[in-house]
């Protein structure tokens, strides 16, 4: 009668990136599935599922459904956070206040951050003011890099992640990237299109471009610890739910900017 989650990404154990604790990044990780089952994707939509007793995390029994369809998203966010390394009283800038840009303003607030948002949905804006955002940029009324800039001094953002799909952006991301900073690529490229960055600027500022894929099994952990503990409330992103005779529905109410996560229900 617990109340589980499950980190449904297999690791082999025994890659170099195993090894050194970056299981999100395993070369093997489906290989086991797809000889166990015949079957390529972890089938997080099941009924039920068959998995390993380390990829189960055990939660506090009176968290909510609602609220535990959020340890792996915000697992993702804290690896990602983890590869910003944030340090107190830093500049953050999220870029995108979708439902991964507003879990990376909250957990940048909780690693002690002055957070600046560049989201130009009003509704959105407001959600991540709700959760404690400093700042709010809107980047079709400002150039958000000259904007980041004015704010910070000239300086920049000590840390910069792009929640967005989108190649522009992520150029303006490692413009806006102070000395000594980092720049996180959250996000996927849709298109995967090369972006114009100058060596001379990365030698000149030492900033780090790097990327966050999945969740590492720490960060799995810290999700749920996080939750379990309800240390953040994050009732308010889970915009809707439907039936599993539904999910055609609920997929299309997922592409919609109206939404933040959607739950599908057995």
């Known amino acids: 009668s617990a109340t589980l989650t499950i980190?449904?990404?297999?690791?082999c154990g025994t890659c170099y990136y195993c090894?050194?604790?970056r299981e999100n990044l395993c070369k093997n990780s489906y290989k086991k599935s797809a000889a166990a089952a015949g079957q390529l994707l972890p089938n997080g939509l099941s009924e039920y599922l068959c998995v390993d007793a380390n990829q189960v995390y055990k939660l506090s029994n009176d968290l909510p459904y609602e609220q535990a369809v959020f340890v792996e998203p915000f697992a993702c966010v804290l690896n990602s956070i983890d590869r910003g390394q944030i340090?107190?009283?830093?500049?953050v800038v999220v870029i995108g206040g979708g439902v991964m840009g507003i879990l990376h303003v909250i957990a940048a607030k909780l690693s002690g951050a002055r957070?600046?948002?560049s989201?130009?949905?009003?509704?959105?804006?407001?959600?991540a003011k709700k959760y404690g955002c400093d700042i709010v940029i809107d980047p079709t009324i400002v150039d958000p890099v000259e904007e980041v800039k004015r704010i910070t001094?000239?300086?920049g953002a000590n840390v910069v992640f792009n929640t967005t799909p989108i190649v522009k952006v992520a150029e303006?991301?490692?413009?806006?990237?102070a000395q000594m900073g980092r720049c996180v690529m959250y996000s996927s490229m849709h298109p995967d299109v090369p972006i114009q960055v100058s060596p001379n600027y990365i030698h000149n500022t030492e900033i780090v471009i790097t990327g966050s894929k999945s969740p590492s099994i720490e960060a799995f952990d810290t999700s749920a610890r996080i939750l379990s503990?309800?240390?953040?409330?994050?009732t308010p992103l889970l915009t809707e739910s439907y039936s599993m005779e539904e999910a055609d529905t609920a997929f299309e109410r997922a592409m919609s900017v109206e939404t933040y996560r959607v739950m599908i229900k057995w």
């Open 119 to 127: 989201e130009p949905y009003k509704p959105r804006a407001e959600m």
């Open 7 to 11: 980190r449904v990404l297999n690791h």
């Open 153 to 155: 001094d000239g300086e």
């Open 229 to 234: 503990k309800k240390i953040v409330d994050l």
């Open 19 to 21: 090894r050194h604790g």
């Open 115 to 117: 957070v600046i948002l």
């Open 172 to 177: 303006q991301a490692v413009q806006m990237t």
């Open 87 to 91: 340090h107190l009283g830093d500049d």
